[in-house]
């Protein structure tokens, strides 16, 4: 019997010691890693290039009107982004947890090298608000464990960018699932987005960082609006294009032969099947002429991607080819 009694107080000794639920820590500095999409966290997109989005005809309209030179006015230079740009931006981003009184945790924030503010990830059970009661830039934002992934749950969002350089908007109506999954040294978050007003289909973005314990990552990246473009000082103007005046609207066909309809984020251009719509029709394009070079010097990408030739004058490509020059003439 005393031996039994024994076993039963060790076994409520180790449940004691484990969390109620399966947790993986998650705390650290994550750097990205600038080969996946490098194209999409680095310069950011062409202009009127939607692909990979399903866009409503409102948000196509929208994102046609973006002129980015609107960014350079004063008061939307600092304007902090949705808390999930983080996947969208070159810059790495940390997690940490809090704690209350009895040790539990009640909730893990993340905050990144982009302009948004700290987003907490309230574990404690909390229901979320109105939504007509007011928040920040953050939203409000819940999380559980699923197994080893943390899932969260993000409502409460003011109107933001969507994507970068391509002026795709997202409504203060979308709500935001995200799952947090750690493998060793790695994290993955995959966001899905979803927003009745500007997309027809949810948007996925997944994207993984890798552990950096001198990342030193500062939870907020100091903003200073200045006047970049004198003319628009006190001028009254917005930047925008007026329907059917948007100069790139046709960038994507002209330059890579991608349908328009595929450019303009239509749902059907998301399957699989529709590779099999272009397949008589699409023709590559003879040689590169932009974006050819993968971004030299950083993170020892490759000076030209497989297959492809740079050519000097071809946007990035002309850049990276200067860079090259550069290295060259500083090792002789």
């Not at 899932?151 to 003011?158: D, F, I, P």
């Not at 099947?273 to 010097?297: D, F, H, M, N």
């Not at 000097?312 to 200067?322: K, S, T, V």
Request: hydrophobic share 35%; glycine share 8%; with cysteine.
């Amino acid at each position: 019997m005393a031996s039994r009694r024994v076993a039963i107080v060790l076994t409520v000794l180790t449940l004691a010691a484990v969390p109620a639920s399966a947790q993986i820590d998650l705390t650290g500095s994550y750097n990205s890693r600038m080969h996946e999409d490098w194209f999409i966290r680095g310069p950011g997109q062409d202009l009127a290039d939607y692909t990979g989005l399903a866009l409503s005809d409102e948000a196509r309209a929208i994102a046609l009107s973006y002129e980015p030179t609107l960014l350079a006015m004063k008061e939307r230079q600092c304007l902090p982004y949705s808390p999930y740009a983080f996947t969208i931006q070159p810059g790495g981003f940390s997690m940490w947890s809090e704690f209350d009184s009895a040790g539990r945790i009640i909730a893990w924030k993340t905050a990144s090298q982009t302009i948004r503010m700290s987003l907490t990830i309230w574990m404690d059970g909390r229901p979320h608000p109105s939504s007509n009661a007011y928040s920040d830039f953050t939203g409000f934002t819940t999380g559980k464990w699923e197994g080893d992934t943390l899932t969260t749950y993000t409502t409460n969002l003011k109107t933001y960018t969507r994507r970068r350089g391509a002026g795709v908007p997202g409504s203060d109506q979308t709500t935001i699932t995200a799952h947090f999954t750690r493998h060793d040294n790695y994290l993955t978050v995959t966001v899905i987005e979803e927003d009745p007003i500007y997309l027809t289909e949810p948007n996925v973005v997944t994207r993984t960082w890798e552990l950096d314990p001198r990342g030193n990552i500062p939870p907020w990246t100091r903003c200073e609006s200045v006047t970049e473009i004198a003319r628009l000082e006190d001028s009254g103007i917005v930047p925008h294009n007026l329907p059917g005046q948007n100069p790139q609207e046709r960038f994507m066909a002209q330059t890579y032969n991608i349908p328009q309809e595929a450019a303009m984020g239509h749902a059907e251009s998301l399957y699989p099947e529709y590779r099999k719509k272009l397949k008589a029709s699409y023709k590559i394009p003879a040689q590169c002429t932009r974006y050819c070079c993968g971004w030299v010097g950083f993170e020892g990408l490759p000076d030209s991607a497989p297959g492809l030739k740079c050519i000097i004058g071809g946007g990035y490509g002309a850049l990276d080819q200067e860079i090259i020059k550069s290295q060259k003439a500083a090792e002789r």
